[in-house]
């Protein structure tokens, strides 16, 4: 069963700073990863979507790799901004069928507080 | 296109009664999928369908939860005697099985139920 992980569950950071933000799971048979974000009370936006033959993908100033024979994603965000405070989740995809594409298994997401 | 739109945002009930969630996707994905998200945690799947067929239904979905999408467009969840338990945010995301963006999900704001 693919079990998601993210650490830290909470970061606080000044502004300015690079954020780096973990995901780790232990199935590397995925289809791809995506990284969302999620302001309070509201649903998730996409940031990045990762296909399992890719390593990276990058969107101004948000970057995410990946490293699927570690069961890794790194999400890159930098020169940190207060408008960046938010839960950030990364979701995998299983790779078993075209019908499973979008059972995502989440992490439980990294809190962001960015400090002005 | 606006995307993922849920409605209601926000629906508090009294435990036993019956709640009905709707969800319109983004007009030319053929998939359709709720979630449920409990405070703290990722959400996790519940039911997808492509076109107007259910696909999968999770094991977290008892029978007191439905859910169809009559016409291959918008879907409905309804939950029958609601249960103190049930409250959490109920999630819909849409994705296409074609084109540049297959496999990526992209979610609605959600609907937040509170039974009382």
């Known amino acids: 069963k693919q079990e998601v992980t993210q650490i830290p569950a909470a970061l606080s950071v000044p502004e300015g700073e690079n954020l780096v933000l973990n995901c780790s799971f232990t199935d590397s048979a995925i289809y791809n990863l995506q990284w969302f974000r999620q302001d309070p009370g509201k649903g998730l936006t996409s940031l990045l979507l990762?296909?399992?033959?890719?390593r990276e993908q990058t969107s101004g100033r948000l970057n995410a790799s990946l490293d699927k024979s570690s069961g890794r994603s790194t999400l890159y965000i930098a020169a940190s901004q207060p408008g960046d405070s938010a839960t950030y989740l990364c979701?995998?995809?299983?790779?078993?069928?075209?019908?499973?594409?979008?059972?995502?298994?989440f992490g439980a997401g990294t809190q962001v507080v960015v400090t002005p | 296109d606006t995307g993922v739109s849920q409605d209601p945002r926000h629906k508090i009930t009294k435990r036993g009664q019956n709640v009905t969630f709707r969800c319109d996707p983004i007009s030319e994905h053929n998939r359709l999928y709720w979630y449920r998200q409990t405070l703290g945690q990722g959400p996790e799947f519940l039911t997808y369908f492509q076109n107007e067929a259910q696909l999968e239904k999770s094991r977290l979905l008892s029978d007191r939860f439905s859910a169809e999408r009559p016409k291959g467009s918008f879907s409905t969840l309804e939950i029958q005697r609601t249960e103190q338990g049930d409250s959490a945010m109920y999630l819909c995301?849409?994705?296409?099985?074609?084109?540049?963006?297959?496999?990526?999900?992209?979610f609605g704001e959600g609907s937040r139920l509170t039974v009382l």
């Open positions: 995301a849409s994705s296409s099985t074609s084109g540049p963006w297959t496999g990526e999900l992209f």
């Open positions: 990762i296909q399992s033959s890719q």
């Open positions: 979701a995998v995809s299983p790779a078993l069928t075209t019908d499973s594409w979008g059972k995502l298994q």
